[in-house]
């Protein structure tokens, strides 16, 4: 069986991004260009990935090196026939050799598959355009076989008329490429050597071209500036949204959602508008999300309401919990079922147990609460000393009074309930009313100060 190659080219400098980072390292929905087009390729289970990449010194390996890629360089960018000859003593000549591009971030499985389907065929991936401009054009003979490729700078007026046009992304046996690869010339208007010119040399040998098309046209939509890449990330997230309503979500303004990874739903899921997803998010049946919140790796349970402007951030809660307005829920939380976080209400590294409410203006941090707890309007966790940080426990069915500051590390102990304005050093007795205040008293004559 032939084993597959994959050599992703991502070498270019990005010069119309106007940016010191590597154009492959800019990011769309949530991750940059270059880990799109790994996690395609990665799909495929090709014996090796090589990853030919110039401009940014270390960056691009630095970024990606939790691929099992091999990074090689290109030092000087002479065209796209030279990066992929920089590849090709890294590649089994025993093989086919599959040809991706790391700016062209949106190519997706199905349509690599319909190219490796062929066999050990050389496959070219093209599309027709209604605007090819900035595409090299597809030349076919009278039979309609094709027989090369021109770039639209060296095309004659009439090859300009062509809408079929070159996408770059090529599949061939490595040993033919490494032959036509030695005989690429430079002469063309950019002085580069272009890999397209090994389309020609195939038919010469009387190799067949075939032609796959992609499944969507934005496949195949590459980045070469900050408005491309705005297109790009508004065109998939449109693409993402489609897919929401097709299994069912509704979604208020399917052009006011962005996903940033990956969301899963279940059943009767309603979605507001300004919402983003990063990471993977799930959300369970009957779940509502407010106008305006930020998701991010969170695990949503059933029948849970989320206000809008709440921000939640890896973690997890229960069924029918009631969530914000204006909630920050910050990473290591879990929240178990028909928890109520309120407005205003900061949680973070803590587990709060089921029927216990937060619901205004407080800061639960390191914590484990228990059931039926009730904290009040401003109740604080104090849970860091400076250099340490200290853990809170407040047991089942105890009620903090409103602005209550727990100096942890400290218990409060079950059915317990705190006065009021109290400031708790101490572990509390169970059942009992604690409460530390200063007395009130009231100056008898007092006269409050007037300008003079």
Known sequence: MTTLNIVILAAGKGTRMFSEIPKVLHTLAGKPLLKHVLDCAEELK?????????????????AMQNYAAKFITQKQQLG?????????????????????????????????KKMLQLGNEMALLTVHLENPTGYGRVLRNAQDDVVSIVEEKDALPEQLEIQEVNTGILVAPTKHLSKWLDKLQNNNSQGEYYLTDVISMAVQEGISVHTVHPENEWEIHGINSKMQLAALERSWQQVSASRLLDQGVTLT??????????????????????????????????????????????NIG????????????????????????????????????????????????????????????????????????????????????????????????????????????????????????????????????????????SIKGWKRPSKK
Not at 269 to 288: H, Q, S
């Open 253 to 298: 303004d399917p052009a006011r959602i962005d996903i940033r990874g990956k969301l899963i739903c279940g059943h009767d899921i309603e979605i507001d508008v300004g919402c983003i997803f990063t990471g993977e998010v799930t959300l369970g049946d009957n779940v509502r999300v407010g106008a305006y919140c930020v998701i991010s790796n969170a």
């Open 302 to 441: 059933a029948g849970t309401e989320i206000a809008p402007y709440s921000h939640i951030d890896n973690g997890e809660m229960g069924e029918k919990c009631r969530i914000g307005p204006y909630a920050r829920l910050r990473p290591g939380f879990k929240l178990h079922n028909q928890v109520n976080i309120g407005n205003f209400v900061e949680i973070k590294n803590s587990e709060i147990s089921e029927r216990s409410k937060v619901n205004h203006l407080s800061y639960i941090g390191d914590s484990i609460v228990g059931s039926r707890v009730n904290i009040g309007a401003g109740t604080i966790t104090c849970n860091y000393d400076g250099a340490n940080k200290f853990r809170t426990i407040i047991e089942d069915d105890a009620f903090i009074g409103s602005d209550t500051q727990l100096v942890a590390p400290v218990t409060v102990s079950k059915g317990s309930t705190i006065g009021a304005g109290s400031t708790i050093t101490s572990d509390t007795p169970a059942g009992e009313l604690t409460l530390s205040r200063s007395r009130q008293i």
């Open 80 to 112: 796209t026939g030279h990066a992929l000859q920089q590849a090709m003593p890294h590649l089994n000549e025993d093989s086919q050799t599959m040809v991706l591009y790391g700016d062209v971030p949106l190519i997706q499985y199905g349509t690599l």
């Open 46 to 62: 090709p014996q090796q990935i090589c990853v030919v990449y110039g401009h940014g010194g270390e960056a691009v390996p630095k």
